[in-house]
């Protein structure tokens, strides 16, 4: 059995970043770690015990390149271009420091736009290692407050695992295999039903559950469900590197060390996404789909694939290690059955059309379209080259379920991932006159309501949509609310929230002077401060909220001096 290649087969600059906050270092999240659509670019570092405002300090010297304001994503953060060809990210803040908040409050009250992206000139705002560029927070799609750190290739913008740029981290703690899993590489039951058959097999000591596994001839590969940490109650951290040999050669290698930024998404073909999605489980596939084009997997004979033939037994190893260079590994045996006829792939049903639906075989290499025709209306889905990873049996049908009397469209099923968008053309066959209020919504697999805003183009509503599922058109008609409203001296804070389709807009006025917000979607609240240069003997500001099918509702409230 070999030994385990060396992790790092480029050279970094190992002595130009610093980590960017004082203290000890702890993560709650590591680099190439699975999160929902996406690989975590980054590293989270955890912020005095999970709280904001702790001091965020420039990682090495360069100059402030972009600074970003969102709701979303990395909510506020800072980009620092470094002279060695390198890029530094901090997300998430809570509050930007010294000249770079100067800056950016002066660029929200001159373009009076509370979210933007700003590119400031080369020579504004130059840093020195260690200067205190901001204070972490909680901002935009964060789950907790802490800071995510991120180090780019800046001409490529790939994210790049930061501890390859010699940052001590402390790791007390070994990898730990879990549980294989053993797929069946049956296509017809995968194209039919999007799902491969699988076998779990948990691990028992140095062993799985089952040392041999006897199983039918046919087309196999596996998968695995791991965990790491770095300390006792530390979080749950991914694990970079792993092999798969089997009958003492490499079939497979995962080797995550740089994210382009493209694949984000694309962790929904490096895992099981139907077992995630279905059964919240988390299993990484010891092998590559047709549509995965990911660069992770850098020594793979078959794709990772194994034939298993009758009467032979295949020896499989598997060993991870983390970057750290803690191990673990298993072994057990695999056997093909005497006797048996391998199990192998059926062609797909081709094109039909049924009573309520319509099957169509789908590509992840071509455009593909689906048409559900009715008498009342239709809805007809594209689905472009390069949104599948995989070949699919494509089913659009009307379900037998309504939602508030409205037709359901079952577009495929949530458990087949996309890699971008699809586009839903819904076509009323009567005239109506508020097809500006359409909203499509998609039902997520627990019920929950998900606006997929759209637009009319005089005869259809067009919206786009990021996973398959559950359809209905509905109709906002309500403008969003606000309660809770205080306001004293300079600050003001309410809660905002839309019915259906979501807030679009919020715009804050001191009579016809535009005043920042900030608005956090995680907890509904809209707060601000009002410039002191404002303030006058009686102040009324003017709360003019918009959701995206353009209902608007007016709130005039008075701030206590
Ligand atoms: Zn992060």
């Known amino acids: 059995m070999g030994k385990v290649e060396p992790a790092k087969t480029k050279t970094y600059p190992t002595r130009f970043f610093a980590w960017p906050v004082k203290g000890e270092i702890d993560l709650t999240g590591n680099f190439g770690e699975i999160r929902t659509n996406h690989f975590h670019s980054g590293l989270d570092i955890r912020t005095n015990r999970g709280q904001v405002g702790v001091p965020v300090y420039a990682s090495g010297e360069g100059y402030i390149t972009r600074i970003n304001v969102s709701t979303t994503g990395y909510g506020k953060a800072v980009y620092i271009c470094h002279p060695n060809g390198y890029t530094t990210v901090y997300g998430h803040l809570m509050l930007f420091a010294g000249e770079i908040q100067a800056y950016t409050l002066q660029q929200h009250y ?11 000139d080369t020579n504004l705002l130059k840093v020195k290692r260690g200067d205190l560029i901001a ?3 909680n901002t935009g799609g964060s789950a907790g407050p802490h800071l995510h750190f991120e180090i780019r290739d800046t001409k490529t913008s790939d994210a790049l695992n930061p501890l390859l740029f010699g940052l001590k981290l402390k790791d007390y703690a070994k990898p730990f295999i879990k549980e ?16 491969y058959r699988q076998s779990h097999f948990l691990r028992k000591g140095k062993n799985i559950s089952k040392h041999n596994l006897v199983v039918s001839p046919g087309n196999y590969a596996f998968g695995a469900d791991w965990a790491d940490y770095l300390h006792e109650g530390g979080f749950r951290m991914g694990i970079p590197y792993a092999e798969l040999w089997v009958n003492n ?4 290698t995962q080797k995550i060390e740089r994210l382009a930024f493209n694949d984000w998404r694309m962790v929904n073909c490096h895992l099981d996404y139907p077992m995630q999605e279905i059964k919240n489980k988390r299993i990484i596939k010891l092998f590559r789909d047709d549509g995965n084009t990911l660069d992770f997997y850098p020594e793979t004979i078959n794709k990772g694939k194994l034939r298993i033939e009758a009467g032979k037994t295949y020896q499989v190893k598997l060993r991870i290690k983390d970057f750290a260079e803690h191990q673990d590994s298993i072994e057990f045996a695999v056997l093909g059955k005497i006797g048996n006829s391998p199990d ?24 593909n379209e689906i048409e559900l025709k009715g008498e009342l209306e239709g809805l007809k889905v594209i689905i472009p080259k390069g949104v599948l990873y ?20 079952e577009v495929m099923n949530s458990s087949i991932p996309v ?8 076509t009323p066959k009567q005239a109506i006159n508020i097809p500006h209020h359409y909203v499509m919504v998609r039902l997520s697999s627990s019920g929950a309501k998900k606006p997929e805003p759209g637009k009319w183009n005089g005869e259809s509503y067009i919206a786009k949509a990021k996973m398959l599922g559950q359809f209905y058109i509905d109709v906002d008609m309500e403008a969003p609310i606000m309660t809770n409203f205080s306001g004293k001296g300079v600050k003001f804070q309410a809660m905002v929230s839309d019915n259906l389709s979501g807030l679009k807009e919020i715009r804050v006025f001191l009579d016809d002077q535009w005043i920042l917000t900030e608005y956090d979607p995680k907890t509904n609240i809209m707060s601000g401060l009002i410039p002191d240069v404002y303030l006058k003997e ?24």
């Open 419 to 426: 890699h971008d968008s699809l586009t839903l053309i819904y």
């Open 135 to 137: 204070y972490s927070g």
């Open 249 to 252: 050669q490499k079939i497979f």
């Open 110 to 120: 001159a373009q009076k736009r509370a979210q933007f992206e700003l590119y400031p």
């Open 344 to 367: 192998d792939p059926k062609e797909a049903v081709l094109s039909m059309q049924t009573e309520n639906g319509v099957h169509n075989k789908f590509y992840p290499n071509k455009n």
């Open 538 to 561: 009686d102040n009324t500001i003017r709360i003019i909220l918009t959701d995206n099918c353009g209902n608007s509702s007016v709130f005039n409230q008075t701030i206590q001096r």
């Open 180 to 195: 294989i899993t053993l797929f069946g590489l049956d296509a017809s039951n995968r194209i039919l039903t999007g799902t």
């Open 390 to 409: 995989d070949t699919i049996h494509f089913y659009m049908a009307k379900s037998k379920q309504t939602q508030n009397e409205k037709t359901i469209w």
